[in-house]
């Protein structure tokens, strides 16, 4: 008992339906018994002499039974809705106290609404509950005029409003019940599916081996996964527990000084920033790790922004595996590089020769031409493995003078070919680069073009100004590139499908570092291809005069 009513007095500070069945069935029972005290307060208060007349103390008793059957039966362990025997037994004594009274006392049949409300708002069978309250009702009212043989027609009908009055009520709140279980379960299911996305998100977070950080948006941790959580502890000078994020080792990739504050990934998450494959250190010595972090703002309803989620990817691994492949792939671009270069220089000797026959000669050319196309394979792949960790060297050069050069650097391998070879830049293109890297952009350009046109065929180099850019197109006539290999002919090691049915040598790079250095340059490499038409390749680079 005592615990029913620590429950009850509880209740300002827990929801209705987290109550036990007993405490509930009290609650449910309670406005009528306050209200009929009420009555007893009311009659003692125009002293109307009511507590004399039996009829008047019987209900006031039998109402307090009903009370006391509330609390003490264990209503859980009886059939299902076994409690709701007590409203329909609260039509009597509501009965009674309203025939005891009915001559100083109106209206109050009007408690008949109490037991209806429990009835109704029970979501038990309402199309049962509701003519069964109003049945009550009608007993309730018409019972008195039987029992006294006063059963006039005139008499019943004027008792019918508050039976309809009752039955409206009741009506009500079943509709009103019936809609709060509706939106009730609805509410349940949507914290259930809640509960289990957190449930599978917390998993997911601390399953993944990527480290995971969300921020608010005033740079406050939100969320930071197990694997964060460790990259956070390598980035900790010594002897800090948790520090904040100016006091972090974070370096730049291949910098041995600490990032600026407005450089850092948490710095420019919280700020809105957007991000991708950023490269970071995180702590120093023999322990740091090298991470590849992104960043995304989140944003909420009203779309404003809510915070910021970042992903960090231990990349250390990969980098030093990366670092050793073209330290290796440079080494051995050297060693080939002496070799070759004694193989042309012996080449061009034998061909001056004068004591070589014809087939001599002939032969000769064709190691010399071969040596000259292994030497080039050499320096692109010398050229991919140097190109992420040299600086270019930029200098004032003039594009249509490097695309003459080429031209004429390229013709005999034009006539060998069978191939006209034609160049239009009069005009002085002046650009800003590294003039090692913009030759052998153009000379791959030249070179694929001609590699790739049939004999009796025709490549068109031009070298023209549009607008702020220095434009140089190389046209040709040859086997074109297939749709579907248009999207990767830039990446390295690829080549079209096209150039490996043919069996045209090459090694997948040259148009890769074209447009890296290109790109280096501010500026941009396209293609248009048909498939057996041609293609044109064209290079945009900044003049000089628009980069001042």
Same mark, same amino acid.
């Given at each position: 008992?005592?615990?029913l009513?620590?429950?009850i007095?509880l209740?300002?500070?827990?929801?209705?339906?987290?109550?036990?069945?007993?405490?509930k069935?009290?609650?449910?029972?309670l406005?009528?018994?306050?209200?009929?005290?009420?009555?007893?307060?009311?009659a003692a208060?125009?002293?109307?002499?009511?507590?004399?007349?039996?009829?008047?103390?019987?209900?006031q008793a039998?109402?307090?039974?009903?009370?006391?059957?509330?609390?003490?039966?264990?209503?859980?362990?009886?059939p299902?809705r076994?409690?709701?025997?007590?409203?329909?037994?609260?039509?009597?004594p509501?009965?009674?106290?309203?025939?005891?009274?009915?001559?100083?006392?109106?209206?109050l049949g009007?408690l008949?609404?109490?037991?209806?409300?429990?009835?109704?708002?029970s979501?038990?069978?309402p199309?049962?509950?509701?003519?069964?309250?109003?049945?009550?009702?009608?007993?309730?009212?018409w019972?008195?005029?039987?029992?006294?043989?006063?059963?006039?027609?005139?008499k019943?009908?004027?008792?019918?409003?508050?039976?309809?009055?009752?039955?409206?009520i009741?009506?009500?709140t079943?509709?009103?019940?019936?809609?709060?279980?509706?939106q009730?379960s609805?509410v349940?299911?949507?914290?259930?599916?809640?509960?289990?996305?957190?449930?599978?998100?917390?998993?997911?977070?601390e399953t993944?081996?990527?480290?995971?950080?969300v921020?608010?948006?005033?740079?406050?941790?939100?969320?930071?996964?197990?694997?964060q959580?460790?990259?956070h502890q390598?980035?900790?000078?010594?002897?800090?527990?948790e520090?904040?994020?100016?006091?972090?080792?974070?370096?730049?990739?291949?910098?041995?000084?600490?990032?600026p504050?407005e450089?850092?990934p948490?710095?420019?998450?919280?700020?809105?920033?957007?991000?991708?494959?950023?490269?970071?250190?995180l702590?120093?010595?023999?322990?740091?790790?090298i991470?590849?972090?992104?960043?995304r703002?989140?944003?909420?309803?009203s779309g404003?922004?809510?915070?910021s989620?970042l992903?960090?990817?231990?990349?250390?691994?990969?980098?030093?595996?990366?670092?050793?492949?073209d330290?290796?792939?440079?080494a051995?671009?050297?060693?080939?590089?002496?070799?070759?270069?004694?193989?042309?220089?012996?080449?061009? *000797?034998?061909?001056e020769?004068?004591?070589?026959? +014809?087939? =001599?000669? $002939? &032969? %000769?050319q064709?190691?010399? @031409?071969?040596?000259?196309? *292994?030497?080039?394979?050499?320096?692109?792949i010398? +050229?991919? =493995?140097? $190109? &992420? %960790?040299?600086e270019?060297? @930029?200098?004032?050069?003039? *594009?249509?003078?490097l695309?003459?050069e080429?031209?004429?650097?390229?013709?005999? &391998?034009?006539v060998?070919?069978?191939?006209?070879?034609?160049?239009?830049a009069?005009?002085?293109?002046?650009i800003?680069?590294d003039?090692?890297?913009?030759?052998?952009?153009?000379?791959?350009?030249?070179?694929?073009?001609?590699?790739?046109?049939?004999?009796g065929?025709?490549?068109?180099?031009?070298g023209?100004?549009?607008?702020?850019?220095?434009?140089?197109t190389?046209?040709?006539?040859?086997?074109?590139?297939?749709?579907?290999?248009?999207?990767?002919?830039f990446?390295?090691?690829?080549?079209?499908?096209?150039?490996?049915?043919s069996?045209?040598?090459?090694?997948?790079?040259?148009?890769?570092?074209?447009?890296?250095?290109?790109?280096?340059?501010?500026?941009?490499?396209?293609?248009?291809?048909?498939l057996?038409?041609g293609?044109?390749?064209?290079?945009?680079?900044?003049?000089?005069?628009?980069?001042r």
């Open positions: 008992m005592g615990n009513l620590e429950k007095v209740l300002g500070q827990r929801r209705f339906h987290e109550l036990n069945l007993r405490a069935v009290v609650l449910s029972q406005p009528l018994n306050a209200t009929m005290l009420l009555v007893c307060w009311i208060a125009v002293q109307i002499g009511e507590f004399t007349d039996a009829g008047f103390l019987g209900a039998m109402a307090l039974l009903l009370l006391a059957a509330c609390a003490l039966i264990p209503w859980e362990r009886l299902q076994s409690f709701l025997v007590i409203p329909l037994l609260d039509f009597i509501v009965g009674i106290l309203r025939a005891s009274t009915e001559d100083v006392l109106q209206g009007l008949a609404v109490f037991p209806m409300m429990w009835l109704a708002g979501g038990y069978r199309a049962v509950m509701v003519p069964l309250g109003t049945a009550a009702t009608f007993l309730m009212v019972t008195p005029h039987f029992a006294e043989g006063n059963s006039g027609p005139y019943l009908t004027a008792e019918l409003v508050t039976p309809f009055m009752v039955m409206a009741g009506i009500a079943a509709v009103m019940t019936a809609s709060g279980m509706i009730r609805r349940e299911e949507l914290l259930e599916r809640t509960e289990l996305r957190q449930r599978l998100l917390d998993t997911v977070l993944v081996d990527v480290g995971v950080l921020l608010d948006p005033k740079g406050k941790r939100l969320i930071m996964n197990a694997r959580r460790e990259l390598i980035a900790l000078p010594d002897g800090v527990d520090g904040r994020e100016p006091e972090l080792l974070v370096y730049g990739e291949n910098s041995d000084q600490l990032a504050l450089r850092r948490a710095y420019r998450a919280r700020n809105g920033e957007t991000f991708t494959h950023n490269v970071f250190r702590g120093a010595g023999a322990d740091a790790r991470v590849s972090v992104s960043a703002p989140f944003r909420g309803v404003g922004q809510e915070g989620v992903a960090f990817s231990d990349v250390t691994e990969v980098v030093k595996a990366v670092r050793a492949r330290r290796f792939v440079a051995m671009s050297h060693e080939f590089r002496t070799p070759l270069t004694s193989l042309l220089g012996y080449a061009e *000797l034998l061909q020769e004068p004591c070589l026959t +014809a087939s =001599a000669r $002939s &032969d %000769v064709v190691m010399a @031409r071969n040596a000259r196309h *292994l030497n080039k394979m050499v320096d692109d010398l +050229a991919a =493995a140097t $190109s &992420d %960790v040299t270019p060297v @930029r200098a004032p050069i003039d *594009l249509a003078r695309l003459r080429e031209a004429t650097s390229s013709a005999p &391998d034009a060998n070919r069978g191939i006209t070879l034609q160049v239009s009069d005009d002085p293109l002046p800003l680069g003039q090692t890297a913009i030759v052998r952009t153009i000379a791959n350009l030249v070179s694929n073009a001609l590699k790739y046109s049939e004999t065929g025709t490549v068109v180099v031009t023209k100004q549009e607008g702020g850019w220095a434009v140089c190389v046209e040709d006539r040859g086997i074109g590139i297939a749709p579907e290999d248009l999207q990767r002919v990446t390295r090691f690829q080549r079209s499908s096209a150039a490996v049915r069996g045209i040598p090459g090694t997948g790079l040259g148009l890769a570092l074209a447009r890296e250095v290109a790109v280096q340059h501010g500026g941009s490499l396209d293609v248009e291809s048909e057996g038409v293609s044109v390749f064209t290079l945009r680079l900044p003049l000089r005069q628009s980069s």
